[in-house]
């Protein structure tokens, strides 16, 4: 395992609201970052089914070629709450400069309260790679071959 897995992120923090304070690894061994909704309001109501882009006060600058981030759930909130990140995971390309945006979707059955600062997600820095694409006019067969949506059974 390799002993300092670190790169360097530059951070704009672009309110007041969210700070180097409260935007580090919670512990030595957190693999995310927890990103905040960065909101002007006290808070934000979701009912069942709905969704909401919370912004998150915070741009990005990854300086190391080859990586991406990634926002991921939070899992007591996805479990314990149902709001979860409702594209499934978002990524953060290495050339985008924008402010973070964290779209929640509250999957329970009941409405969930979104309060200013609340942890809503979390930031992973992840290797990524790129594909040459080579055209091609036939695949090399497999025994699996095309067969798709669980055609290999449940067990």
Known sequence: MTKNC?????VKFLSELC???????????SAGIDLRACIDQ??????PGDRYAFPTGIAIEITQPGI???VFSRSGLGTKEGLVVSQGVGVIDPDYRGE????????SPELRVV??????????????????????NNLTPTQRGAGGFGHTGKI
Request: hydrophobic share 45%; no cysteine; proline share 5%.
């Open 6 to 10: 670190k790169i360097d992120v530059k």
């Open 19 to 29: 700070s180097s304070e409260n935007f580090r690894y919670a512990t030595p061994y």
């Open 42 to 47: 006290a808070q934000i109501i979701l009912e």
């Open 68 to 70: 991406a981030g990634f």
């Open 100 to 107: 973070i945006i964290v779209s929640l979707l509250n999957t």
């Open 115 to 136: 309060s200013r600062g609340q942890r809503i997600a979390q930031l992973v820095f992840m290797p990524v790679y790129t594909a040459n694409i080579v055209p091609v």
